[in-house]
Protein backbone atom coordinates (compact mmCIF):
# COMPACT_ATOMS: atom_id res chain seq x y z
CA UNK A 1 0.00 0.00 0.00
CA UNK A 2 1.14 3.81 -0.92
CA UNK A 3 0.68 5.88 2.08
CA UNK A 4 0.99 10.15 2.11
CA UNK A 5 0.31 12.64 4.47
CA UNK A 6 -0.61 15.94 2.78
CA UNK A 7 -1.37 19.23 4.37
CA UNK A 8 -0.25 23.22 3.37
CA UNK A 9 2.25 23.14 5.36
CA UNK A 10 3.38 24.53 8.88
CA UNK A 11 -0.04 22.42 9.77
CA UNK A 12 1.99 19.94 12.32
CA UNK A 13 3.08 17.46 9.84
CA UNK A 14 6.69 16.95 11.14
CA UNK A 15 5.12 16.44 14.40
CA UNK A 16 2.70 14.12 13.32
CA UNK A 17 6.21 12.31 11.39
CA UNK A 18 7.95 12.16 14.29
CA UNK A 19 5.23 10.47 16.20
CA UNK A 20 4.70 8.15 13.73
CA UNK A 21 8.50 7.21 13.07
CA UNK A 22 8.20 5.69 16.72
CA UNK A 23 6.71 2.76 14.75
CA UNK A 24 9.87 0.39 14.59
CA UNK A 25 8.10 -0.75 11.12
CA UNK A 26 8.09 2.59 9.72
CA UNK A 27 9.57 4.45 7.68
CA UNK A 28 8.82 8.41 7.73
CA UNK A 29 9.90 10.05 4.12
CA UNK A 30 10.76 13.47 4.94
CA UNK A 31 9.70 16.62 2.25
CA UNK A 32 10.98 14.09 -1.02
CA UNK A 33 8.39 15.77 -3.59
CA UNK A 34 8.42 19.46 -2.20
CA UNK A 35 11.87 19.81 -3.28
CA UNK A 36 11.82 18.54 -6.85
CA UNK A 37 11.35 20.65 -9.57
CA UNK A 38 7.56 21.31 -10.12
CA UNK A 39 7.03 21.21 -13.64
CA UNK A 40 8.70 17.78 -13.96
CA UNK A 41 7.90 15.78 -10.70
CA UNK A 42 4.58 14.43 -11.82
CA UNK A 43 5.66 14.12 -15.48
CA UNK A 44 4.06 11.73 -17.48
CA UNK A 45 6.82 10.98 -19.58
CA UNK A 46 8.98 7.98 -19.32
CA UNK A 47 12.54 8.22 -17.58
CA UNK A 48 15.90 6.14 -17.87
CA UNK A 49 17.73 5.61 -14.16
CA UNK A 50 20.26 8.34 -14.75
CA UNK A 51 17.58 11.00 -16.20
CA UNK A 52 15.53 9.86 -12.47
CA UNK A 53 18.46 9.87 -10.28
CA UNK A 54 19.52 14.12 -12.29
CA UNK A 55 15.72 14.86 -11.15
CA UNK A 56 15.85 13.75 -7.67
CA UNK A 57 19.58 15.15 -6.95
CA UNK A 58 18.86 18.88 -8.12
CA UNK A 59 19.53 21.27 -5.54
CA UNK A 60 16.33 24.01 -4.67
CA UNK A 61 17.94 27.32 -5.76
CA UNK A 62 15.43 29.19 -3.54
CA UNK A 63 16.29 26.83 -0.23
CA UNK A 64 20.16 27.56 -1.44
CA UNK A 65 19.64 31.27 -1.75
CA UNK A 66 18.07 31.48 1.58
CA UNK A 67 20.77 29.20 3.42
CA UNK A 68 23.23 31.98 1.44
CA UNK A 69 22.01 34.62 3.31
CA UNK A 70 22.49 32.99 6.65
CA UNK A 71 18.65 32.03 7.28
CA UNK A 72 17.44 28.59 8.81
CA UNK A 73 15.22 26.44 7.00
CA UNK A 74 13.22 24.13 9.53
CA UNK A 75 13.09 21.54 7.07
CA UNK A 76 16.99 21.21 6.46
CA UNK A 77 18.50 19.25 8.65
CA UNK A 78 21.59 18.33 6.84
CA UNK A 79 24.68 18.02 9.36
CA UNK A 80 27.15 21.24 7.91
CA UNK A 81 30.48 21.01 9.43
CA UNK A 82 34.12 20.68 8.45
CA UNK A 83 33.28 17.24 7.77
CA UNK A 84 30.59 17.26 5.77
CA UNK A 85 30.57 16.99 1.58
CA UNK A 86 28.05 20.62 1.60
CA UNK A 87 28.58 23.82 3.14
CA UNK A 88 26.18 26.07 4.20
CA UNK A 89 24.85 28.11 1.22
CA UNK A 90 26.40 25.89 -1.35
CA UNK A 91 23.83 24.34 -3.74
CA UNK A 92 23.52 20.68 -2.23
CA UNK A 93 20.85 18.58 -3.48
CA UNK A 94 17.69 18.82 -1.46
CA UNK A 95 16.81 15.10 -1.36
CA UNK A 96 20.24 15.02 1.04
CA UNK A 97 19.11 18.39 2.76
CA UNK A 98 15.90 17.24 3.93
CA UNK A 99 15.56 13.90 3.50
CA UNK A 100 18.10 11.67 3.95
CA UNK A 101 19.33 14.04 6.90
CA UNK A 102 16.47 12.47 8.90
CA UNK A 103 17.45 9.14 7.88
CA UNK A 104 20.76 9.27 8.95
CA UNK A 105 23.34 11.42 11.08
CA UNK A 106 25.81 10.52 8.37
CA UNK A 107 23.76 10.96 5.11
CA UNK A 108 26.70 12.00 1.90
CA UNK A 109 27.44 8.09 1.50
CA UNK A 110 23.61 7.69 1.90
CA UNK A 111 23.19 9.73 -0.61
CA UNK A 112 26.05 7.80 -3.09
CA UNK A 113 23.99 4.62 -2.47
CA UNK A 114 20.87 5.95 -3.46
CA UNK A 115 21.86 8.02 -6.81
CA UNK A 116 23.06 4.83 -7.84
CA UNK A 117 20.44 2.57 -7.16
CA UNK A 118 18.52 5.07 -8.87
CA UNK A 119 20.85 5.12 -11.85
CA UNK A 120 20.37 1.87 -11.99
CA UNK A 121 16.40 1.52 -12.86
CA UNK A 122 14.96 0.96 -16.10
CA UNK A 123 13.11 3.55 -17.69
CA UNK A 124 9.42 3.64 -17.02
CA UNK A 125 6.63 5.97 -15.74
CA UNK A 126 8.34 8.12 -12.86
CA UNK A 127 5.30 6.70 -10.43
CA UNK A 128 7.27 3.55 -10.87
CA UNK A 129 10.61 5.33 -10.10
CA UNK A 130 9.29 6.50 -7.05
CA UNK A 131 7.72 3.96 -5.30
CA UNK A 132 10.45 1.75 -6.29
CA UNK A 133 12.95 4.27 -4.71
CA UNK A 134 10.67 4.52 -1.56
CA UNK A 135 10.62 0.31 -1.26
CA UNK A 136 14.37 0.53 -1.84
CA UNK A 137 14.60 2.90 1.15
CA UNK A 138 12.37 1.12 3.64
CA UNK A 139 14.50 -2.22 3.17
CA UNK A 140 17.94 -0.23 3.10
CA UNK A 141 16.94 1.53 6.84
CA UNK A 142 15.47 -2.02 7.74
CA UNK A 143 11.40 -1.23 7.57
CA UNK A 144 8.74 -2.28 6.04
CA UNK A 145 6.81 0.17 5.08
CA UNK A 146 6.83 3.90 4.38
CA UNK A 147 5.16 6.71 4.20
CA UNK A 148 6.00 10.49 2.29
CA UNK A 149 5.03 13.65 3.69
CA UNK A 150 5.36 17.37 2.26
CA UNK A 151 4.65 20.71 2.92
CA UNK A 152 1.78 22.36 0.48
CA UNK A 153 1.23 18.98 -1.11
CA UNK A 154 -2.66 19.19 -0.04
CA UNK A 155 -2.36 21.05 -3.57
CA UNK A 156 -1.02 18.33 -5.65
CA UNK A 157 -3.05 15.63 -4.83
CA UNK A 158 -4.76 14.92 -7.80
CA UNK A 159 -1.36 14.30 -9.19
CA UNK A 160 -0.42 11.99 -6.61
CA UNK A 161 -3.81 10.63 -6.54
CA UNK A 162 -2.87 9.92 -10.61
CA UNK A 163 0.25 8.59 -9.67
CA UNK A 164 -1.01 6.04 -7.29
CA UNK A 165 -4.77 5.51 -7.62
CA UNK A 166 -5.14 2.80 -4.63
CA UNK A 167 -2.99 5.08 -2.26
CA UNK A 168 -4.12 6.15 1.39
CA UNK A 169 -3.94 10.00 2.32
CA UNK A 170 -3.99 11.47 5.00
CA UNK A 171 -4.85 14.99 5.20
CA UNK A 172 -3.76 16.95 8.29
CA UNK A 173 -4.66 20.44 8.78
CA UNK A 174 -5.12 23.47 10.87
CA UNK A 175 -6.39 26.62 11.92
CA UNK A 176 -6.38 28.59 8.45
CA UNK A 177 -5.26 31.63 10.64
CA UNK A 178 -2.75 30.41 12.54
CA UNK A 179 -1.01 28.27 9.97
CA UNK A 180 -0.85 31.58 7.31
CA UNK A 181 0.94 33.34 10.48
CA UNK A 182 3.39 30.11 10.53
CA UNK A 183 4.01 30.37 7.17
CA UNK A 184 4.79 34.09 7.64
CA UNK A 185 7.72 33.27 9.71
CA UNK A 186 9.14 30.70 7.81
CA UNK A 187 11.63 32.38 5.51
CA UNK A 188 11.13 29.99 2.60
CA UNK A 189 7.51 30.55 2.55
CA UNK A 190 7.60 34.44 3.12
CA UNK A 191 9.81 34.61 0.11
CA UNK A 192 7.72 32.46 -2.18
CA UNK A 193 4.44 34.11 -0.88
CA UNK A 194 6.24 37.60 -1.44
CA UNK A 195 7.00 36.35 -5.03
CA UNK A 196 3.31 35.70 -5.70
CA UNK A 197 1.50 37.85 -4.49
CA UNK A 198 3.91 41.28 -3.99
CA UNK A 199 3.63 44.04 -6.48
CA UNK A 200 6.58 46.06 -5.78
CA UNK A 201 9.86 46.61 -7.65
CA UNK A 202 11.66 44.22 -4.30
CA UNK A 203 9.37 41.65 -6.17
CA UNK A 204 10.46 42.29 -9.65
CA UNK A 205 13.81 42.32 -9.21
CA UNK A 206 13.82 39.18 -6.94
CA UNK A 207 11.84 37.45 -9.90
CA UNK A 208 14.58 37.94 -12.16
CA UNK A 209 17.27 36.28 -9.55
CA UNK A 210 15.55 33.62 -9.14
CA UNK A 211 14.67 33.14 -12.90
CA UNK A 212 18.44 33.46 -13.71
CA UNK A 213 18.55 31.02 -11.39
CA UNK A 214 22.40 31.58 -9.88
CA UNK A 215 22.02 30.65 -6.28
CA UNK A 216 25.64 30.63 -6.21
CA UNK A 217 26.23 34.33 -6.61
CA UNK A 218 27.35 36.18 -3.53
CA UNK A 219 24.25 38.10 -2.01
CA UNK A 220 24.95 42.05 -2.57
CA UNK A 221 24.16 44.39 0.37
CA UNK A 222 21.15 44.99 0.68
CA UNK A 223 19.70 42.51 -2.53
CA UNK A 224 16.13 42.19 -3.17
CA UNK A 225 16.00 38.34 -1.91
CA UNK A 226 17.47 40.24 1.32
CA UNK A 227 14.86 42.83 2.07
CA UNK A 228 12.10 40.54 1.12
CA UNK A 229 13.60 37.91 3.71
CA UNK A 230 13.61 40.65 6.59
CA UNK A 231 10.40 41.99 5.53
CA UNK A 232 6.75 41.46 7.28
CA UNK A 233 4.66 41.09 4.25
CA UNK A 234 1.03 41.84 4.95
CA UNK A 235 -1.32 38.63 6.69
CA UNK A 236 -3.35 38.05 3.89
CA UNK A 237 -0.81 37.00 1.80
CA UNK A 238 -0.06 33.96 3.68
CA UNK A 239 -4.00 33.48 4.05
CA UNK A 240 -4.58 33.61 0.37
CA UNK A 241 -1.50 31.12 -0.13
CA UNK A 242 -3.30 28.69 2.10
CA UNK A 243 -6.56 28.93 0.95
CA UNK A 244 -5.45 28.27 -2.63
CA UNK A 245 -3.46 25.53 -1.56
CA UNK A 246 -6.64 23.86 -0.28
CA UNK A 247 -8.96 24.76 -3.29
CA UNK A 248 -7.46 22.23 -5.69
CA UNK A 249 -7.09 19.35 -2.73
CA UNK A 250 -10.98 19.81 -2.17
CA UNK A 251 -11.39 19.44 -6.01
CA UNK A 252 -9.39 16.00 -5.84
CA UNK A 253 -11.44 14.35 -3.42
CA UNK A 254 -14.12 13.68 -5.84
CA UNK A 255 -12.22 10.67 -6.94
CA UNK A 256 -11.43 9.04 -3.93
CA UNK A 257 -13.03 6.66 -2.87
CA UNK A 258 -13.82 6.91 1.27
CA UNK A 259 -11.64 4.31 2.71
CA UNK A 260 -8.70 6.18 1.59
CA UNK A 261 -8.78 9.73 2.80
CA UNK A 262 -8.50 10.26 6.40
CA UNK A 263 -8.77 14.17 7.97
CA UNK A 264 -7.17 14.19 11.08
CA UNK A 265 -7.32 18.38 12.66
CA UNK A 266 -3.62 19.31 14.34
CA UNK A 267 -5.51 20.53 17.36
CA UNK A 268 -6.88 16.79 18.21
CA UNK A 269 -3.89 15.40 17.50
CA UNK A 270 -1.93 17.72 20.09
CA UNK A 271 -5.25 17.44 22.65
CA UNK A 272 -5.42 13.11 22.85
CA UNK A 273 -2.63 12.12 20.99
CA UNK A 274 -3.06 8.22 21.63
CA UNK A 275 -6.65 8.16 20.47
CA UNK A 276 -5.93 10.01 17.23
CA UNK A 277 -2.69 7.90 16.86
CA UNK A 278 -5.29 4.93 17.22
CA UNK A 279 -7.27 6.12 14.35
CA UNK A 280 -4.27 6.92 12.19
CA UNK A 281 -2.48 3.46 12.79
CA UNK A 282 -5.99 1.59 11.68
CA UNK A 283 -6.43 4.10 8.35
CA UNK A 284 -2.72 2.87 7.67
CA UNK A 285 -2.61 -0.01 8.44
CA UNK A 286 0.35 -0.38 10.94
CA UNK A 287 0.51 -2.60 13.43
CA UNK A 288 -0.16 -1.61 16.90
CA UNK A 289 1.81 -1.10 19.88
CA UNK A 290 3.66 0.77 22.71
CA UNK A 291 5.13 2.91 20.02
CA UNK A 292 1.81 5.46 19.98
CA UNK A 293 2.80 6.01 23.85
CA UNK A 294 5.78 6.87 23.20
CA UNK A 295 4.88 8.97 19.78
CA UNK A 296 2.07 10.66 22.22
CA UNK A 297 4.66 11.42 24.73
CA UNK A 298 6.45 14.14 21.83
CA UNK A 299 3.27 16.44 22.30
CA UNK A 300 4.49 19.28 24.48
CA UNK A 301 0.90 20.97 24.43
CA UNK A 302 -0.70 23.29 21.85
CA UNK A 303 1.96 25.75 20.48
CA UNK A 304 1.16 29.49 21.53
CA UNK A 305 -0.96 31.33 19.11
CA UNK A 306 -0.53 33.97 16.81
CA UNK A 307 -3.77 35.80 15.96
CA UNK A 308 -4.51 37.49 19.04
CA UNK A 309 -1.28 39.41 18.70
CA UNK A 310 -2.51 41.09 15.62
CA UNK A 311 -4.14 44.81 15.33
CA UNK A 312 -7.79 44.71 14.77
CA UNK A 313 -7.35 45.92 10.91
CA UNK A 314 -4.84 43.29 10.51
CA UNK A 315 -6.83 40.15 11.90
CA UNK A 316 -9.97 41.44 9.99
CA UNK A 317 -7.35 41.07 6.87
CA UNK A 318 -6.69 37.49 7.63
CA UNK A 319 -9.71 36.67 8.42
CA UNK A 320 -11.54 37.39 4.89
CA UNK A 321 -8.28 35.69 3.32
CA UNK A 322 -8.42 32.39 5.18
CA UNK A 323 -12.68 32.76 4.72
CA UNK A 324 -13.02 30.34 1.79
CA UNK A 325 -10.46 27.90 3.27
CA UNK A 326 -12.09 27.24 6.49
CA UNK A 327 -15.62 27.04 5.03
CA UNK A 328 -13.67 24.01 2.77
CA UNK A 329 -12.49 22.66 5.91
CA UNK A 330 -15.98 23.11 8.19
CA UNK A 331 -17.77 21.47 5.43
CA UNK A 332 -15.70 18.62 5.61
CA UNK A 333 -15.64 18.06 9.13
Not at 11 to 18: D, E, F, P
Not at 47 to 73: C, H, N
Not at 170 to 184: N, P, W
Request: aromatic residues 10%.
Amino acid sequence: MDRFIVGTGRCGSTLLSRMLAESSSLLMIFEFFSGLDIPSRFSANRLDGKEFARLISQATPAVTMVLRRGYDIAEVVYPFGPHARYQRGESLPWIVAATLSRMSGDPDPLLDETIGFASGLPRQHLSLHYRQLFDWLAERMGRELWIEKSGSSIEYLDSLHDFYPEARFLHLHRDGHETALSMREHHVYRLWVSLLFGSTEDVRTANSELVALDPEAEPQSGDAITRLLESRPPVEYFGRYWTELLIPGFRALGSLDANQYLEVRFEDLVAKPQQVLRTIGAFFELEPGDWIERAAALVRGIPPTRFELLSPEEQEQLVVACRPGQQLLRRSD
